[in-house]
């Protein structure tokens, strides 16, 4: 069975920091684009960020450049995602999904979509 489980998510004060996990079971990740997408209650779900499959290139949601940071470890088939400065608006569950190799290069890696598989999706709350 295909599935994505993510983790880390939590309660955390303005300023702090977490890490979310993304874990992939039944398939290996090394072969898709992984992206972090958010959805905050009332609005639309947003890209967040995505990595390739192949080179590792990154793309980050202009919101959340210079304070969040996505990286992969394929040996542990997951990928993650470092946030820090949290602020408020950062609060939403947060969603990991695998789409195509080549989505990243097609410039719609943002567009939900256009991915296949996607974890459950996990609280993050940024409050004092």
């Known amino acids: 069975q295909l599935q994505l489980v993510e983790s880390g998510g939590g309660l955390v004060q303005p300023g702090g920091s977490l890490r979310l996990s993304c874990a992939a079971s039944?398939?290996?990740?090394?072969?898709?684009?992984i992206g972090w997408f958010r959805q905050a209650p009332g609005k639309e779900r947003e890209g967040v960020s995505c990595i390739t499959s192949s080179d590792g290139s990154t793309d980050y949601a202009d919101s959340v450049k210079g304070r969040f940071t996505i990286s992969r470890d394929n040996a542990k088939n997951t990928v993650y995602l470092q946030m820090n400065s949290l602020k408020p608006e950062d609060t939403a569950v947060y969603y990991c999904a695998a789409g195509p190799a080549m989505l990243y290069y097609s410039g719609s890696y943002f567009e939900s979509d256009e991915y296949d598989y996607w974890g459950q999706g996990t609280q993050v709350t940024v409050s004092s």
């Open positions: 039944g398939f290996t990740l090394d072969y898709y684009t």
